[in-house]
């Protein structure tokens, strides 16, 4: 079974820009996480979608968004780049609902310049 | 203000002693509580969940324990290898959060041959 699959792998970007990354999840995997990872704040929760729909919702500001698709497959994007926006983007789908470990992605490195 | 806490600095022992590991946290109560093994430049990979009415939690070579009381949790890993090197990370997931877990700052352990 394929795993967690986040395109692209690295990105650059400069400031003002927005991007857009992509997850697919694990086949019949419906829920799908993102994560933030930087070194000075550690992994902090972005969203999650469940069936198309935004389940929970982190403290990041409107810039940062995303959207569930009908198989699963899932994008953020952030708008506005900002340079603290440089950060490994980490996508996790789990089965179902809650009290299921998280199955993550290998990310998406975003450099803002 | 809710914190979650695991040693910053690096945990360096020998192969074959047993490396324990600590998540600390406050004005927290949480459903469940996991750890995660992050290599670098990869995503985090899950290896135990211990819900808030179990006190310990074995899987080969890791074992977990969970006190509601303290607020803390302890990660084993006996007989380390050096290919247990890696960062550490726990993660708790409140009632009613689905999939949204908070992470602690994690833990790198080193098991020098």
């Known amino acids: 079974k394929a795993g967690v699959t986040q395109t692209p792998r690295y990105l650059i970007k400069t400031r003002g820009q927005q991007v857009t990354l992509s997850c697919s999840p694990i086949s019949g995997h419906r829920s799908v996480s993102w994560y933030q990872q930087t070194p000075g704040q550690g992994l902090q929760f972005l969203f999650e979608?469940?069936?198309?729909?935004?389940?929970n919702k982190g403290n990041f500001p409107g810039r940062f968004s995303g959207r569930q698709f009908s198989n699963s497959r899932s994008e953020m994007n952030v708008s506005t780049l900002e340079l603290g926006d440089s950060a490994l983007y980490l996508c996790?789908?789990?089965?179902?609902?809650?009290?299921?470990?998280?199955?993550f992605g290998s990310g998406t490195q975003l450099s803002v310049l | 203000s809710q914190k979650i806490e695991q040693n910053s600095e690096a945990l360096n022992i020998q192969e074959g002693k047993t490396a324990t590991l600590t998540c600390n946290y406050t004005n927290y109560s949480p459903a469940y509580l996991q750890w995660y093994r992050q290599d670098p430049g990869r995503g985090p990979v899950f290896l135990l969940l211990i819900r808030e009415n179990e006190k310990e939690k074995r899987k080969e070579r890791l074992k977990v324990t969970f006190d509601t009381t303290l607020k803390q949790s302890l990660f084993h890993i006996t007989a380390s290898q050096p290919a247990d090197s890696a960062t550490y990370l726990c993660a708790l997931r409140l009632n009613n959060a689905g999939n949204m877990l908070t992470f602690g700052g994690g833990t790198r352990l080193m098991v020098k041959p």
């Open positions: 979608y469940f069936s198309e729909t935004q389940r």
């Open positions: 996790a789908s789990s089965l179902s609902g809650a009290r299921e470990k998280l199955f």
